[in-house]
């Protein structure tokens, strides 16, 4: 049985990852800085033992990965910036070599190490080099769009109003994947430490175009549903990180292995955007109310 630390455990990769590890059998400490929360709770009642970390106390970061096995680290730059992102990251690394772990899986981006130019991929990336140089065991996962975000933000407006709102032409594929499989190929990687050592991997379970996706998305939700091409110039208003991103997925492409993955990791039972779509609760989605209203 392993004693993993998990970042993040309270959000979509953490969580998905704790769930995972907690299934197989293993301890999982949940890293948070909110022990309080309801999600929290959720996770400790599934056995999981919740810990206080966060990233700008590297106190709190000895101490909650004193004694264990191995991390699975995530980062974000959503809520803070990517110098923070990269900052914190470094810590969370530092701290992890000295506490002598055995195994360091840290989540980045698909194509985070081709030089994108996307202000996130950058900061993603320059953890992953800090990581490399650690005297700790490594491994980078690096997954390709969420499914999960189709379910919330400015796409879930778009779906109230008959819209699949996505700035991409509708006939550019895109590499996608659920928060559900990020746990469970980490939960695969941390259990198979001497296989996926010194590793990265971007990882994907389907690929779409915003048409096919919009198409499954009105028959999930029993609705006719459309494409709506949204112009990078509208994302670039409310962020230019996420423009650059959209702008490389026009014109790169986030080009992932999916059939190789699905064909090397089976146990991962990785789910296409129709499974994604079918096991959402839509009615409940769609009767939210928007937050900025």
């Given at each position: 049985m392993?004693?993993?630390?998990?970042?993040?455990a309270?959000?979509?990769?953490g969580?998905a990852?704790?769930?995972?590890?907690?299934?197989?059998?293993?301890?999982?400490?949940?890293?948070?800085?909110?022990?309080?929360?309801p999600?929290?709770?959720?996770l400790?009642?599934?056995?999981?033992?919740?810990?206080?970390?966060?990233?700008?106390?590297?106190?709190?970061?000895?101490?909650?990965?004193?004694?264990?096995?191995?991390?699975?680290?995530?980062?974000?730059?959503?809520?803070?910036?990517?110098?923070?992102?990269?900052?914190?990251?470094?810590?969370?690394?530092?701290?992890?070599?000295?506490?002598?772990l055995?195994?360091?899986?840290?989540?980045?981006?698909?194509?985070?190490?081709?030089?994108?130019?996307?202000p996130?991929?950058?900061?993603?990336?320059?953890?992953?080099r800090?990581?490399?140089?650690a005297?700790?065991?490594?491994?980078?996962?690096?997954?390709?769009?969420?499914?999960?975000n189709?379910?919330?933000?400015?796409?879930?407006?778009g779906?109230?109003?008959?819209?699949?709102?996505?700035?991409?032409?509708?006939?550019r594929?895109?590499?996608?994947?659920?928060?559900?499989?990020?746990?469970?190929?980490?939960?695969l990687?941390?259990?198979?430490?001497?296989?996926?050592a010194?590793?990265?991997i971007?990882?994907?379970?389907?690929?779409?175009t915003?048409?096919?996706?919009?198409?499954?998305?009105?028959?999930a939700?029993?609705?006719?549903?459309?494409?709506?091409?949204?112009?990078?110039?509208?994302?670039?208003?409310?962020s230019a990180?996420?423009?650059?991103?959209?702008?490389?997925?026009?014109?790169?492409?986030?080009?992932?292995?999916?059939?190789?993955?699905?064909?090397?990791?089976?146990?991962?039972?990785w789910?296409s955007?129709?499974?994604?779509?079918?096991?959402?609760?839509?009615?409940?989605?769609?009767?939210?109310?928007?937050?900025?209203?």
């Open positions: 392993l004693d993993v630390a998990v970042t993040g309270t959000g979509a990769q969580g990852t704790a769930r995972a590890l907690l299934a197989a059998g293993h301890h999982v400490r949940a890293l948070t800085r909110r022990p309080d929360s999600a929290a709770a959720t400790r009642g599934l056995g999981a033992d919740v810990r206080h970390a966060d990233f700008d106390d590297r106190a709190s970061l000895d101490a909650a990965l004193f004694g264990a096995d191995s991390l699975f680290a995530v980062t974000t730059p959503f809520g803070a910036d990517t110098s923070t992102e990269t900052r914190q990251g470094k810590t969370l690394v530092d701290a992890a070599a000295a506490a002598g055995q195994h360091v899986v840290f989540t980045s981006a698909a194509h985070a190490d081709r030089h994108t130019g996307v996130h991929y950058e900061s993603k990336h320059l953890v992953e800090h990581l490399r140089e005297s700790v065991p490594w491994t980078v996962i690096a997954p390709a769009a969420f499914m999960d189709y379910a919330s933000g400015w796409t879930l407006e779906l109230r109003q008959g819209a699949f709102a996505w700035p991409m032409p509708a006939d594929p895109l590499t996608l994947i659920p928060a559900t499989d990020i746990g469970t190929f980490a939960a990687v941390l259990q198979r430490r001497d296989e996926f010194g590793r990265r971007d990882i994907a379970s389907d690929e779409r915003p048409a096919e996706m919009a198409q499954i998305l009105a028959g939700i029993g609705r006719p549903i459309g494409h709506q091409e949204v112009p990078l110039a509208q994302v670039r208003t409310r990180d996420l423009a650059a991103m959209f702008e490389y997925f026009t014109t790169s492409g986030l080009d992932v292995d999916v059939a190789g993955l699905r064909r090397d990791y089976p146990e991962v039972g789910h955007f129709t499974d994604w779509a079918a096991h959402q609760d839509w009615t409940a989605h769609l009767a939210s109310i928007p937050a900025h209203r």
